[in-house]
């Protein structure tokens, strides 16, 4: 099913003129691109003339408007949404389950994890249920958050020793995000875990931060009477068709000292 939220009132026009507006670009500058004229670009945001179907996917796609929202810009144009949402449960998306489940085995015994536009936990490896020891039940309770589960002052938090600097990167990123995208449910979640008080250990210096790796900020985490290192990366799919798959990122947790991956190459036996 597809779900295409558009406010009451609110026409295609106006709708295309937020997005453009930020992404700052010229109406001029999006005709060219779009290979259309600085006055119809006028015409279709003030409602005096009504784009054509394919012409709100191309302007969608020149704006880079998430998948999501291009439904809503359909179904504000008069349109039916193009692009389905299916639950990742459903027989259609099966390859690609066994596809994501294949990456994550294969990157053990490194942490890997996928989740949805909200941070929702939809799958992960054994590498992050090794770095979960600990954290309160009710954060691991159905649905899991990832945003929580690092933030909560009963999550991984109190064990990451560069935490502010960390915290900082995940701000940061969850800002950039609600600057591209129209998600409340996203901001809802900005608002609690940047309101999460801050361990009494991160109100000292950080510790590690004089060997923060030249390349990368790490995730600096002691676990198991150890100190591991790790440099995160995440992956997006090229040019989704459906709505679900259009939000699922895949974070995975690189080494990034020998001593973190001789740790885990070695099970943290003592």
């Given at each position: 099913m597809t779900t295409a939220v558009v406010e009451r009132g609110t026409g295609v026009g106006a709708l295309l003129r937020e997005w453009r507006d930020r992404r700052r670009i010229s109406q001029l500058e999006l005709a060219l691109r779009a290979d259309s004229s600085a006055r119809h670009i006028s015409f279709?945001?003030?409602?005096?003339?009504?784009?054509?179907?394919?012409?709100?996917?191309?302007?969608?796609?020149h704006l880079d408007v998430p998948v999501?929202?291009?439904n809503?810009?359909?179904?504000?144009?008069?349109?039916?949404?193009?692009f389905p949402e299916r639950p990742l449960e459903d027989p259609a998306l099966e390859e690609l389950r066994k596809g994501l489940e294949r990456l994550l085995k294969g990157y053990e015994p490194f942490p890997a994890l996928v989740v949805d536009g909200t941070y929702g936990v939809v799958a992960a490896n054994s590498g992050i249920a090794m770095l979960l020891e600990g954290v309160a039940e009710?954060?691991?309770?159905?649905?899991?958050?990832?945003?929580?589960?690092?933030?909560?002052?009963h999550g991984l938090a109190p064990r990451i020793l560069n935490y502010p600097q960390w915290r900082g990167h995940l701000l940061h990123q969850m800002q950039r995000q609600l600057a591209l995208h129209r998600s409340a449910p996203l901001r809802a979640l900005y608002d609690e875990v940047s309101a999460y008080p801050m361990p009494k250990r991160a109100a000292a210096a950080a510790a590690g931060e004089g060997d923060v790796p030249p390349f990368a900020l790490p995730m600096v985490i002691e676990h198991a009477g150890r100190t591991l290192s790790f440099i995160s990366t995440i992956a997006t799919f090229n040019t989704p068709m459906d709505v679900t798959v259009s939000e699922l990122a895949l974070e995975t947790f690189l080494p990034a000292d020998a001593e973190t991956a001789a740790a885990l190459h070695g099970g943290f036996r003592p």
């Open positions: 279709i945001e003030t409602g005096r003339s009504r784009p054509s179907e394919e012409m709100v996917l191309r302007l969608a796609d999501r929202e291009r809503a810009l359909l179904v504000a144009a008069g349109y039916a949404p193009r009710p954060l691991l309770t159905p649905p899991l958050n990832a945003m929580r589960i690092t933030m909560h002052p």
